[in-house]
Structures are given as C-alpha cells and as structure tokens.
C-alpha cells in the first residue's frame, strides 16, 4: 500500500509541476497585480519567520483577523477552519483532546495526547490547558505530521502553536466587542515604546460571557443552570521587549487564563435504568432488555426511552457545579547576534495549571428504578511544568545554513479521579476547590508523576542547483524520565516502591524540496514521531497488576509526505496539496489484566488496563488554497481525506459481551476496523465579496461551509454519530481603522451531535450536541 500512495503522489507531483511551469511561463513577463494578489501569511513553525508558500510542510494558520471575522475564540472554532484536525472536550470539557490525520488518543484521561499544543513555543501538557481560548493571539498555527525533531514533547501527529503579538516601538491600541442573541465579550491591547527605542510593552485583557443556546429542561431549573454550554472566561497578558542594540534583544511574555465552563448540552442512556431503551448486548437483570447500544446516536434523545418514567424527552441535567481552570504561563526569551553568520537563542518556559470538574448524569432526578444513591464523578489535577531552550544557529547567506541546541523540562502532574455517592433529586454542588481533595469521595485514581526531559536536536540545510533545489535534515535524541508515584496503590501497599521509566527517542525528519518556479514548491518528507510511555499503577478495581502490566512503552510512528505548493494567475491562485502514509507501531490499546478472571454472571464489566501493543496506518490527501479571480471577490477552500485503521496485533475489549452471552475471556481483533473518534473526510469552503462603499468605507458580505462526515466512537466500529455540515455568514463595513459586522453562526440551525463519550463499564453513552443558530454584532478597531 505504501508504494501505492508514493507512486500516486509522485504523479500528483509531476502534475503540478507540470501546470506549474506553463503557468509560469505564461506570466513571467508580467508582475503580480497587488490589487488583486492575495496576501502572504507568515509563520513562525519552524522558529523563523516564513511565508507558508515557502515551508515543505502542510501548515494551516489563521490570523488575527480571521479570527475575529469567523468568531473563533477556542479549539473547537480551529478544528472547525482546518481539515484533519478534530478538537474534542465532551460534556464537562476537563479532558480536551486534539486528534491530528486520524491518530486518535485511546486514553483521554492520559497525561500527554497525540498532538503537541503550545503558546509561543512553550509546552501545554494537560487536556485541561491546550483550550486556552481569548488570548492576544497573531495566527494560531497548526502543523500536521509528526514535530518531534523541531518541538520534541509529544508532538506525535503535529503541533498547534497560539502565536501572540509581540511588544514593539509602534504605538498600537485594538479593541473589540460583541454582543449576541447568546452572550456578549470584549477585549483590548495597548501597546508601545516605554523607552524610546529601547524598551517596549504591551497589555492585554478579554472576557466573555456566554448562555448556551439549549434549554435545559429539568423542572424548576433557573439561573443559569437553564442553559446548557454556558461559559465566562477571562484571560489577560503583559509583554515586554528590550532591544538595548541591533544585535541583542529580550522578551517577556506572562499571561494568566481562567474558564468557567457549564455542562455541554447532551443526552444520557444507560442500560442499568429502565427508563432508557437500548438495542444490543447481554440482557440485563435490571431492565430485562439489551444493556448496551449499538449503531448511530440519534439526535433525538426520545427514541431511546422506554416510556417507564416521568423523564422528559428533551434534554435535561442536574443542576451542578462548572468545570473551573486556570492557567499561569510565563516565556521568556533572548536573541543574541554574534556576529554576521552565528546567533544564540534561548528560550525559557513556565506553565502552572490547575482544574477540576464534579458531574453526575441526568439520571440523578428521574429515577423511578427506586436507587437510594448514585454518584457524583470528580476529575482534578495541577500541574507545573519548567523548560529551557538554547541554540547556536549558523547562517552567513550561503548555501549551508542550520543550528544545534540543548533542551530540558520538568513537569510536575497531579491527578485524581474518583466519585461519591449523594441522594438523588438534589443541586450536586462542588465540596471543595482544591482539585485534588478527595475527602468524602471512592479513589480510583491518584497520582503524582515527575517527567524529566534532556534533549540535543541538531538541523540543516543545503541548498544547490541555484537555491532552486534544498536538502534538509533535523534530528533529536532526548531521554524521558518518569517517577510515579501511585498514591492510591502504596496507601494500600506502603511497602509499592515508587514506580520508574526511562526512555531514549530518536527522531529524525528528512526533506527534499525543489523549486520548478519561483512559486511552485515540491516536496517530499519523512519524519518520526515518539510518544511518551504511561503507568496504570499496581491495582485496576480489584485486580492485582503484573509488573508488566504496571507500565506501557512509548508509541511510534513513522510518516512520510510528499506535496506540492504553488502560486498561480499573478499570485491570484495558491494550490497546495500533499498525500502521507503513516506507519503507526506500538499503538497504544485497552486490555484486559493477565490476573482477572473472567466473571460467569453476564452483564459484569471487566476492569482494563492500557498497553502499547497494536499497529495501525493513516494514509490520505490533503488540498488547499485560495482564489481571488476578480479584486472584489476571494475564495479559500481546503480539504482532508484519511483512512486511517487498525492493524495486525490490534485489539478491542469485547464489552457488546458477544461470546455466548457472556464476556468474552479474550480480546476481540479490530484489525481493518477505522479508527475511532475522527471522521475520514472533512473539508471547509468560503466566500467573501468586498467592494468600495463610500468614502473610506468598503462593504464585504462572507461565508463558510464546513463539512465532515461519519465517525466512530470506539475501536469495534458499532458506535458512531452522524457527519454534519455547518454554514456561517457576516455582513460588514470596513474602513481600516473600524470595522462592524453583523455574524451568524450555524446559520441554517442544524441539530448535530459533535462528540460522544461512552463509559462501556457502566453501560452509560453521553452523545453532546454543537451549538443552534447564533447570531450578532461585532464591533472592533486598530488604530
């Protein structure tokens, strides 16, 4: 198959090379129309500033204006403008995850994920930290393909960067307000010279408050508990700038950001109750039904009651306490010329971060099964986390240019999860706000793990055949050291020693690029990506873990990319497009412990554990581009198409319990199956027409159309939801200096479920719904 997609994308190569130079030839004598060319972003992916046309790397950026014209304020917004990439916070939004071309994390409650998230170059770790939504942000770049050698930290399907605008000598203020049907937000920055010439700042500040825009239908609820999706966050930031000469300059950049996020709107169905009606799996004693589901989660959460009950057939939830966050992030930075070829560059990072969720379903107030008791889940953690970069880099103007650097972090994470039981029918309000108090509450996790990282890294590059032709190399060589301590595990055992890991990783990336034009770029890459190991500590429920079990090795992948990039009609035109094979090895996957013995009652749940034992492949094509056919009117589109699946030594837990009833006492095979939590194809389209109104003033009308198909939600491919598309639109006046538009989101009102969460053991599926209509006005100003 591999040679298959390189042999396909050889000729998707030579096709654009071949298009390419005609259309070059067409208009070499002619230079680009500035009235009518589109506009170069810039990025900093790859630690320099460049334009994405020139970079051998599928990157996907949005800036600052975009931004505000789409209304994007978070991941979820991102994942929506950019194919092949999938945000996910569920219900109570404390685990998020980013899932990149198809390589989707099993363990959402793992302290890394599959895609490295970072502000400035400066490491999130944590679910709870990579939304961090309101900032002063540039451009938000997404980097697809494995980072490893340029990022290192888990970047293992690619990288998102929150880019924030520096502090400079010119005097610039910007201010923003919306209000909408559904909640209101503001923000401003000023910034400018402190010492003329010598010392610069800048401030930030932003909040938002939002309703949701699904009723919670729970009788008697008020407040804002009447809503689901509710938020306020807040966020603010100072930067400073020192350039004391031409050759050294400093920067400081502290930001701080709080969120307050209420439940997303959602369903519940659980095969214990019997007011909830599910189709397949063993029968359960309680009910006399089928305790499981299978098939595609409906948007109508009706179809699944049984009719026993007084539950309403909308959706509808406890009132409980939010999700609360907070997070500290300081970067500090030096730029040093030595001389006309050799610069140092240093980089130092702090992240603090703390966050807690405490949820019950909708069960807790319609209840006719008679249950004295059900049970409030609790998640929390803390983590900090210190970095130090520093690099020498060469570059004299020639041919050979490239850097070596040294690279440490130590991160500190705490984490808990368990539950308590409360009495049905009343407010679950939070007990405590020290995340990790576990007062009153059933343990099932708790841990406290130190991550020691040393890394070297090394690239360069060398261009030849008059800077037409470039051959690029960059390499890392970092050790991974982990001391977990399995806090629930010793308490029980103090004589448990702590346990270790230490891990070595190479990941190299090779690239080949050639210019057939000035602007028509080919490439072709092949890079590797490493994934941190993990611990499930000694005891799983009530099964003792063997010492193998207590650890999973790191994963691997290798991915290799060939693409091409390219300007055409006068820079009227940009077509990038790219094919990529994965080969994904030590997958991590859900198992059974070697100690458990298989129950004989059926409908008992086994407990599992998590190993690096499967292989899987990702392969697919990805398009994208811009067109401005006439000055007025500018169209952008993009695109994703990946397979991505299961292979050889795979496997899934057999929860449907499909071997004669009961649970079967092996592992069920996923191999062929997709998969789970991203959809194959996904593409996003938009349209803006902008023309001269009056005086200084210009019109614009816009719109998008996102689309992406079906999904599965777990790795035996029984459970999915639909694909949905979604279309956008604003209206606005321009002048430069002020801007007004009037948005809407969701503009058609389609009813789709953007995610589910399955907890299989408990027989319980949570499908939550993305927003209704929404719509406003913005108001905003650059001076």
Not at 227 to 245: C, H, I, W
Not at 768 to 781: D, H, P, Q
């Amino acid at each position: 198959m591999r040679y298959v997609i390189l042999s396909s994308v050889s000729v998707l190569a030579l096709a654009f090379g071949a298009f390419s130079s005609s259309a070059s030839a067409q208009t070499a004598a002619s230079e680009p129309d500035a009235a009518a060319s589109l506009d170069d972003v810039v990025v900093t992916a790859r630690r320099s500033s460049e334009r994405v046309q020139s970079i051998p790397l599928t990157i996907n950026a949005q800036t600052s204006e975009q931004l505000e014209a789409r209304g994007i304020t978070d991941l979820q917004g991102i994942s929506r403008y950019t194919p092949g990439l999938q945000f996910k916070d569920y219900v109570t939004t404390f685990n998020g995850s980013a899932t990149i071309r198809g390589l989707a994390q099993t363990n959402i409650q793992n302290a890394v994920g599959n895609v490295g998230t970072f502000i400035d170059g400066i490491y999130l770790q944590r679910g709870y930290l990579v939304n961090t939504s309101l900032g002063d942000w540039a451009r938000i770049e997404v980097v697809k393909g494995p980072q490893s050698a340029l990022y290192g930290a888990n970047t293992f399907s690619g990288a998102i960067n929150y880019v924030t605008h520096e502090a400079d000598d010119v005097l610039t203020a910007n201010a923003s307000a919306t209000i909408g049907d559904a909640g209101s937000s503001i923000s401003a920055a000023l910034g400018g010279p402190i010492i003329e010439g010598i010392l610069a700042g800048r401030v930030f500040i932003a909040k938002s408050e939002y309703d949701g825009t699904w009723d919670n239908n729970l009788p008697g609820v008020t407040g804002i508990s009447s809503k689901f999706g509710a938020s306020e966050r807040d966020a603010y930031s100072v930067a400073l700038k020192l350039t004391p000469n031409t050759s050294f300059d400093a920067s400081l950049y502290y930001t701080e950001v709080n969120r307050t996020e209420y439940l997303r709107p959602y369903y519940q169905i659980d095969g214990v109750f019997v007011e909830d009606k599910l189709n397949c799996g063993p029968i359960s004693a309680a009910t006399g039904r089928p305790s499981m589901f299978c098939g595609t989660f409906s948007t109508d959460p009706s179809v699944y009651r049984s009719g026993v009950g007084n539950r309403p057939a909308d959706l509808f939830s406890a009132e409980q306490s939010p999700a609360i966050s907070e997070t500290q992030l300081l970067r500090g930075a030096a730029n040093w010329q030595l001389n006309d070829a050799f610069s140092i560059h240093y980089l130092y990072g702090f992240v603090r971060g703390e966050a807690q969720e405490d949820f019950s379903f909708a069960s807790n107030n319609f209840n006719p099964t008679g249950r004295a008791t059900i049970t409030q889940q609790h998640e929390g953690g803390r983590l900090e986390y210190i970095s130090h970069d520093i690099r020498l880099a060469y570059d004299n103007g020639g041919a050979f240019k490239g850097d070596i650097g040294y690279f440490n972090s130590t991160t500190e994470d705490r984490f808990v999860f368990g539950n308590r039981t409360v009495t049905p029918g009343r407010l679950l309000l939070r007990t405590t706000t020290d995340p990790i108090d576990m007062t009153g509450r059933n343990t099932f996790t708790n841990s406290d793990a130190t991550y020691d990282i040393e890394a070297v890294f090394a690239r360069g590059s060398f261009s030849f055949l008059d800077d037409r032709a470039k051959l690029s190399a960059e390499a890392r060589f970092s050790t991974t050291d982990i001391v977990y301590n399995d806090i629930l595990g010793r308490t029980a055992v103090p004589s448990r020693p702590l346990l270790t890991s230490s891990t070595d990783a190479f990941t190299p990336r090779a690239t080949l690029e050639f210019k057939l034009a000035p602007d028509n770029l080919i490439y072709a890459s092949a890079a590797r990506g490493v994934k941190a190991g993990g611990f499930n500590g000694y005891v799983v429920s009530t099964t003792v873990l063997t010492l193998a079990e207590q650890t999973w090795d790191p994963e691997s992948n290798w991915t290799y990319e060939i693409g091409s990039k390219n300007s055409f009609l006068d820079r009227r035109l940009t077509l990038n497009a790219g094919l990529f094979y994965v080969d994904w090895t030590d997958k991590q996957a859900r198992a059974r412990p070697v100690n458990y013995t298989a129950p004989i009652t059926p409908g008992v749940t086994p407990p599992s554990i998590y190993r690096a034992v499967g292989n899987a492949t990702a392969y697919g094509v990805e398009v994208d581009g811009q067109f401005r056919p006439i000055p007025e009117l500018q169209l952008t589109f993009s695109a994703n198409y990946t397979k991505s699946e299961y292979q050889e030594g795979s496997f899934g837990l057999d929860y449907l319990g499909l071997c004669n009833g009961i649970f079967c006492p092996l592992d069920a095979s996923v191999q062929g199956n997709q998969i789970e939590g991203a959809p194959s194809f996904s593409s996003a389209f938009g349209a803006e027409w902008r023309n001269h109104l009056t005086g200084d003033w210009d019109y614009y009308v816009g719109g998008d159309v996102t689309y992406q198909n079906k999904q599965y939600q777990d790795a035996m491919n029984l459970i999915s939801i639909d694909g949905y598309a979604l279309v956008d639109g604003r209206v606005g006046i321009d002048n430069g200096t002020w801007r007004a538009f009037v948005w809407a989101k969701n503009l058609l009102d389609e009813t789709y479920i953007q995610n589910a969460f399955g907890t299989l053991s408990l027989r319980q599926y949570s499908p939550s719904f993305g927003e209704k209509r929404t719509v406003g006005l913005t108001v905003s100003a650059s001076f």
